[in-house]
């Protein structure tokens, strides 16, 4: 089971830091990636991290602003949004792969959690 957490309400150029809590599974055996969708549009990949944390994705449209990590110890992912910008705004999910390699194909990933929204204003 994931949980995602920490959205929120917030101005532009702003910051926020998800967090994608684990439990009931070997967290370090599986790829954690963050996805977004926002209202009537599909979902799409943000972020995504190795199971080592040595190997992470950026979509472009975030690349520079955010930042992916994990802690293994806490199985806990965690995703640091800074310059937040009106298009960031979405639900955000998080979920498992088990692929070697993190790539962003949502279909590649399972045990979507409930996903936290995040509002940024103009």
């Known amino acids: 089971q994931l949980q995602a957490s920490g959205g929120g309400l917030v101005q532009a150029g702003g910051s926020l830091r998800l967090s994608c809590a684990a439990s009931?599974?070997?967290?370090?055996?599986?790829?954690i990636g963050w996805f977004r969708q926002a209202p009537g549009q599909e979902r799409e990949g943000v972020s995504c991290?190795?199971?080592?944390?040595?190997?992470?994705y950026y979509a472009d449209s975030v690349k520079g602003r955010f930042t992916i990590s994990r802690d293994n110890a806490k199985n806990t992912v965690y995703l640091q949004m800074n310059s937040l910008k009106p298009e960031d705004t979405a639900v955000y999910y998080c979920a498992r792969s088990l692929v070697a390699v993190p790539q962003q194909v949502a279909g590649l990933y399972n045990s979507w959690g409930q996903g936290t929204l995040v509002t940024v204003s103009s």
């Open positions: 991290i190795s199971r080592s944390d040595r190997d992470t």
């Open positions: 009931g599974f070997t967290f370090d055996d599986y790829v």
